[in-house]
């Protein structure tokens, strides 16, 4: 990974932004010190792996009400569906 001085950051944003555009991750330094890291966003839109869906679900908490509180939308659904058309 690239390392840019703060001073290069401000001097020159665009081309800096135009390198993590590109795809290149940058740590910007201050005093030599890493602060932080500019790079590209992911994509939101890429599916994740079977592997981290499974990791991300195996660590959710589970709600035993979920199923009822459905049940129970679409019974209220189907209720006010049903009082259109009667009327």
Do not use: K, Y
Not at 2 to 28: C, F, H, K, M, Y
Not at 41 to 64: E, H, K
């Amino acid at each position: 990974m690239a390392r840019i001085p703060q001073r290069e950051l401000r001097n020159d944003v665009s081309e800096v932004l135009r390198r993590a555009e590109r795809g290149e991750r940058l740590t910007i330094t201050v005093d030599g010190r890493a602060v932080a890291e500019l790079g590209p966003l992911t994509d939101p839109r890429v599916a994740a792996s079977p592997a981290t869906l499974t990791r991300i679900l195996a660590d959710a908490p589970v709600d035993f009400t979920w199923a009822e509180d459905l049940e129970r939308m679409r019974d209220e659904d189907r209720g006010d569906a049903l009082d259109v058309w009667q009327s």
